[in-house]
């Protein structure tokens, strides 16, 4: 069976979101996608507390700045489109309101006709936690469990009463509620992150990893559902990050999807033989505009489905 794809939509500066991204939404249905996704970057700090994804010394992409609201750009998409899921790959629970962000993906949902995948993770910037006046970033990953469970409270049936940590709801009626039970896709690496997706995830949504990290990553996540029982398949929809060119890359120092459109489709072939349900490609780095994404994307997806995958 071919795998399904998703393709990012443009929330960068060099984006008109006035037109593109209804434009790009509306092309990526038309070809064949099979979704379409998001991601969130709250702020970028002039002067960062820590490097890119903690790694000191790494610094933060110049691309971040100015980044689109995820669930903004997902609700321009619905609009436009029919068929497409509409994804959160990822939004950092954390940095909102449980209650709110629950209510909103519900909102979308039932809006949509039951079309919203809710990707959701912990964060690792300490700016945009403070930013935000979250508290405690070492809490995250505690942060992110009870916003999941306030999520499926809440889209759950009424009377709605749930008491957390830092969220309580005394029995009440919230609405609207979904149109059907809206997966949640966790984003996850190591194995306490791991354990997340096995307790509370319909799914995975792991972040940049090559194809070993990849590889590696589900074994473990296999031998955790084993250990606690779990039954139900775990959907794996792997997130990549592509720098597209016209032309291939010929560089020693290639990072996996890095290139052309074939050398693209060769990097998913790698991820396809591993076994992935869907794959989240967010080609928007490298276009200057919305035209070059949507060719790219065209490519891609025609290369793809020609190689059988």
Same mark, same amino acid.
């Given at each position: ?50 490097? +890119?994804? #903690? ?13 689109? =609201? ?25 940095? =909102? ?22 990707? +959701? ?15 405690? =970033? ?46 949640? +896709?966790?984003?996850? #690496? ?10 509370? #995830?319909? #799914? ?7 194809? $070993? ?41 290639? $990072? ?36 070059? +994404? ?16």
């Amino acid at each position: 069976m071919a795998i399904r794809l998703g393709l990012g939509l443009p929330q960068l500066r060099q984006y008109d979101l006035a037109k593109d991204v209804t434009d790009v939404a509306r092309a990526a249905e038309r070809t064949g996608y099979d979704s379409v996704w998001v991601y969130e970057r709250l702020l970028v700090p002039e002067s960062p507390t820590q490097g +890119l994804y #903690g790694v000191p010394g790494l610094p933060w992409p110049d691309w971040y700045r100015g980044m689109a =609201h995820p669930l903004v750009t997902l609700t321009l998409a619905a609009a436009v489109t029919e068929r497409v899921r509409l994804g959160t790959g990822v939004v950092v629970a954390p940095l =909102h309101g449980p209650v709110q962000l629950a209510k909103a993906l519900a909102t979308l949902d039932a809006a949509s006709g039951g079309r919203v995948v809710a990707g +959701l993770g912990t964060g690792w910037s300490t700016d945009e936690f403070a930013a935000a006046g979250i508290g405690p =970033h070492n809490r995250r990953g505690g942060l992110l469990e009870e916003v999941i469970k306030v999520c499926r409270a809440v889209w759950g049936p009424d009377p709605v009463s749930f008491e957390g940590r830092t969220t309580k709801i005394d029995a009440a009626v919230v609405g609207p509620k979904p149109a059907r039970p809206i997966p949640v +896709l966790v984003a996850a #690496g190591g194995d306490r992150a791991l354990g997340r997706v096995v307790d509370l #995830g319909d #799914g995975w949504i792991p972040v940049a990893m090559d194809v $070993q990290g990849y590889a590696a990553g589900w074994r473990k996540l296999q031998d955790i559902a084993a250990e606690r029982g779990r039954t139900r398949p775990i959907e794996r929809v792997p997130r990549v990050n592509a720098l597209y060119s016209a032309t291939p890359y010929d560089g020693d120092d290639r $990072q996996p999807f890095q290139g052309s459109a074939d050398q693209i489709v060769a990097d998913l072939a790698a991820y396809a033989e591993v076994g992935v349900d869907e794959v989240l490609l967010d080609l928007q780095t490298n276009p200057r505009d919305a035209q070059e +994404l949507k060719d790219a994307a065209a490519e891609v997806y025609e290369k793809v489905r020609a190689a059988g995958l």
